[in-house]
């Protein structure tokens, strides 16, 4: 899977400012003449910060939809559907950033429960863990945020499923990594 070009990387953080934009002002988007990599099938999160704090993220973790279609997808969601916070509001658009993370398919990690915080590479691998009729993500730059190791690492990811710290050791619960390339509006 191809990597975005910096250039291609402003233009996700354009359409997901865009997406945003238009949906808390109760419009639709409709998609911009693209990059053909842009109707290409990846995973995708929209980070919404406002003076440094979450404000909302959503996104679609497989390639199911097109790149394009997944980013508005994605934007409008975190802005308007994220249950941890109230929907942006028009007063606050001019305070936000945005963060565009594409993502690569996410993979099974290949080794004994015991063995996973040694799979595990902080900054690198975001990780999905599921069992237990439940599942939860952390994008790869949480575990840099909050100076996390593998081991804390996998524990968040299971508290971010509903499930107990240490759950990764289990056989039935699997643990998934994944990379993603970041885009951030600031560095727009």
Known sequence: MEMLTPEE???AVRLARSAVEKAVNGERTTLPALPPVFGEKRGVFVTIKREGSLRGCI????????LGDAIVEAAVSAALEDPRFLPVSRSELADLDLEVTVLTVPRPLECPPEERPGCVEVGKHGLIVSGLGTGGLLL???ATEYGWDSREFLDQTCIKAGLRPGYWKRDDVAVQTFEGQIFEEKAV
């Open 140 to 142: 790869p730059q949480v």
């Open 9 to 11: 990387g402003r233009t």
């Open 59 to 66: 996104g679609l973790p497989y390639p199911i939809r097109p």
